[in-house]
């Protein structure tokens, strides 16, 4: 199985930046597509960013682009989301996915990140 763990979540003050991590485990990290979804107190989970194995080709939330930045380093077997100027309403546990296809078959357990305003 695939196994994947967030790391990099915090608290941050509103216009800062953070940069989060999700290693993964396993010889078919490349082969996955991979993204990032938050959900935050009392709303369902929402999409964040992902991106494709092969091409690159990334996806993003609208509100999110432009201030979020998703990369994978597959020699490392990571996946990165760079958060910029944060704002209190990014306030949310975030997580990352994995998965063949348009399916996500993996999920981490979720980082917290938290925006002061």
């Known amino acids: 199985q695939v196994q994947l763990v967030e790391s990099g979540g915090g608290l941050v003050q509103a216009g800062g930046s953070l940069r989060l991590s999700c290693a993964a485990s396993?010889?078919?990290?490349?082969?996955?597509?991979m993204g990032w979804f938050r959900q935050a107190p009392g709303k369902g989970r929402e999409f964040v960013a992902a991106?494709?194995?092969?091409?690159?080709?990334?996806q993003y939330a609208d509100s999110v682009k432009g201030r979020f930045t998703i990369s994978r380093d597959n020699a490392k077997n990571t996946l990165y989301l760079q958060m910029n100027s944060l704002k209190p309403e990014d306030t949310a546990v975030y997580s990352c996915?994995?998965?063949?296809?348009?399916?996500?078959?993996?999920w981490g357990q979720g980082t917290q990140v938290t925006v002061s305003s």
């Open positions: 996915a994995a998965g063949p296809g348009n399916l996500y078959n993996y």
């Open positions: 991106i494709g194995w092969s091409s690159g080709t990334t």
């Open positions: 396993g010889r078919a990290f490349s082969s996955y597509k």
